[in-house]
């Protein structure tokens, strides 16, 4: 039934509204998977190994700095992983979400010419 409505919501909206929920629900995913998803897995991988590594180092290293490195090395790697993800999540938006709702980059992102 709430289904129901909010089909019969949107198709009683004029069309320009329709466009703007339609990038309103563009800007959510690129926000979720820009912003949340990719790079926490990217760091969390990166930590992941980097724990690894400093673990299976044959000379032990203070109880701090087993701790510490591993997170170090996550949170430096951040200016290194900002625009390849960028790049793939833009070749990703524009190769499939896009493409099913015939938005073009500038309508999605407001730049005029």
């Known amino acids: 039934m709430y289904v129901h409505s909010i089909v019969w919501w949107v198709f009683q909206l004029p069309f320009r509204r329709i466009l703007t929920c339609i990038t309103a629900l563009l800007l959510v995913v690129v926000v979720a998977v820009v912003v949340v998803a990719t790079p926490v897995a990217t760091i969390q991988a990166i930590v992941k190994a980097s724990r690894w ?23 430096g790697s951040i200016p290194l992983i900002i625009h390849p993800i960028d790049n793939g999540v833009d070749y990703l938006m524009e190769n499939t979400f896009r493409k099913m709702t015939h938005i073009n980059q500038d309508q999605s992102s407001g730049d005029s010419k």
């Open 53 to 75: 590594a400093v673990a299976s180092m044959p000379r032990s290293l203070p109880t701090a700095a087993t701790t510490w490195l591993p997170t170090a090395i996550g949170l």
